[in-house]
């Protein structure tokens, strides 16, 4: 038994969405199985442990959906990345550029300091754009970032070079 190749069998791919030559992976499937969810947090926890995060960091949305049980798993608190206007307090905001425009991230301004090493966790990595963007915002607050966690990561879209080289990668699944 492969708990990975277990994992990967959960995800439904879709061809042609959003739009045609897209090979979209569909993790709806794997969240509706608990035992392929259970073994996600798991491996996924079992894999960022050894770079000693003290806190996750979880960008919007389904950074939340895999941010919040690994920070419950491991004992360490939770700290939203969100969308402009999603957070009340002061925030820090990085905008970024996108395929066709641009979007931005914000962080509260108090949620990190120089204490902390988050993990910044989100379901995908594809061309970097987003973890890049959640790496810059969590400089601005003083933190020292202990790495990325994925899920899955799209190898041919080269996300990891947009990403700082010094901060290590944890992948789950590679396509």
Do not use: W
Not at 10 to 22: A, H, Q, S, T
Not at 82 to 90: C, E, Q, S, T
């Amino acid at each position: 038994m492969n708990p990975t190749a277990d994992i990967q069998a959960l995800i439904r791919e879709i061809p042609d969405f959003p739009k045609p030559g897209i090979l979209f992976s569909d993790i709806t499937t794997l969240l509706q199985n608990a035992d392929g969810l259970k073994a996600s947090i798991d491996l996924m926890a079992e894999q960022i442990m050894p770079y000693q995060p003290n806190c996750i960091v979880g960008i919007e949305s389904r950074g939340f959906i895999f941010g919040m049980p690994l920070a419950y798993k491991l004992g360490l608190s939770f700290i939203p990345v969100r969308k402009p206007g999603k957070l009340p307090a002061a925030v820090h905001q990085v905008s970024y550029d996108l395929e066709y425009g641009q979007d931005s991230l914000e962080v509260h301004q108090d949620a990190l300091n120089a204490s902390h090493r988050p993990m910044i966790i989100d379901d995908l990595l594809a061309t970097g754009g987003t973890a890049a963007a959640a790496a810059q915002l969590i400089e601005q607050t003083g933190a020292t970032i202990a790495g990325f966690s994925f899920l899955i990561e799209l190898k041919d879209l080269n996300g990891r070079q947009k990403l700082p080289a010094d901060i290590p990668i944890a992948t789950l699944l590679s396509y």
